[in-house]
């Protein structure tokens, strides 16, 4: 009788410096736009409340999440702590979700390059660049793990600096009473409907966990991967925000693609040459984001292949230990989304996924803790269980929010995860009976 073969397994390359760099790239791209929908419906004030309320709740989730990352230090990521918490029912929820966030992600960010590109040169249609764009950055990734993470290094690093220059920019033209014209008054629906486009500051950070097998020394290198960047993404999110809203006048931002060149061109004229030169390098913080969260699909799409949940042939690699039909086939479905959705309906869509996800992963952690009590944590969540109850309580209010906002898209997801179920069951029943 033949040996049976291995799982397949990915090379441990990525070190404490490639996390920062995934982590910040990722999420860096939802700083240059996506947030300034929010101020369409709750003003820069009330958006600002959302965006502290949120800004407590990744700090609590990261926390959190970082003790499942370093004890559970798997690919599939939130599907596998749900998996061990909650058996195969609970993996297959906390996969989907984690599916529905980083398929839907790349589409949004695809829609702001094109409007970017667009922006410098109007001939070009925004659909030729997004579709260019997954093109272009799948084979990027098919290279290998650690080519795409020194690559993903390079642009995150470059976005930094970009975002740091545009807040040098804007900062002498910022105008307190700006920030503060054409009020719109706080209250809580306000604040609620604008918690998506709050959540689009920092979605995505938990991507790393997708890279987790990667990681050389996880236990040690993730916590500090995590908490370099979050910190940084802070700092970011509420210096663009602030400054943005006082330059001029907010309400002309609040529906476009490109919110920083625009504040730019308010603030210095658009004929200014910095105003063009930020246009032409904001294509690094969206290419820094589209890139991280087409490496957290791909993974996540070979963890649930590997665990029988999709398609066996998902889970192969190529000769540089990539998923390769895994990147290949998420570009399929995010070319479908390009074709049939808009930026907010998929930055919606993908902040339900988030927040699904997030919920599930703090369960498991709950349920972990009271199952496993001797499970080694090499990072335990400071706080226990304070912290992690104030991040699940701040997930299930944001998820009602949402869901009472967007009912439609949420029927949408909620059709997609019992469609995938049903067919899963049946898979599973005929497997049985055979």
Known sequence: ??????????????????????????????????????????????????TGLVTVLYVTFIFSFTELTTAIPQAGGPFAYAHRAFGPLGGFVAGYATLVEFLFAPPAIAFALGSYVHFLYPAVPVLYTAFGSYVAFTLINLLGIKESANFSLVVTVLAVAELLLFMGLVAPHFKVANFLA???????????????????FYLAIEGVAMVAEEVAEPRRTIPRGYGYGLLTLVGLALGVMVLTGGVGDWRQLARIDYPLPEALGLALGKDSGWTRFFASIGLFGLVASFHGTLIGYSRQVFALARAGYLPGFLARLNGRQTPHWALVAGGAVGGVALLTGTTAQVIVLSVLGALVMYIVSLLSLFALRRREPTLVRPFAVPGYPLVPLMALALCLVSLGALVYYNLRLSGVFLAGLLGLLAVYWLINRNSRNN
């Open 1 to 50: 009788m033949s040996k049976p073969r291995p799982a397949p397994g990915l090379k441990k390359t990525l070190t404490p410096l490639h996390l920062w760099a995934i982590a910040v790239g990722l999420v860096i791209s939802g700083e240059y736009f996506g947030w300034n929908y929010g101020w369409a419906v709750a003003g820069p004030v009330g958006f600002l409340v959302a």
């Open 182 to 200: 054409h009020p719109v008054p706080v209250s809580a629906p306000g604040v609620f409907a604008a918690l998506p486009f709050a959540i689009w």
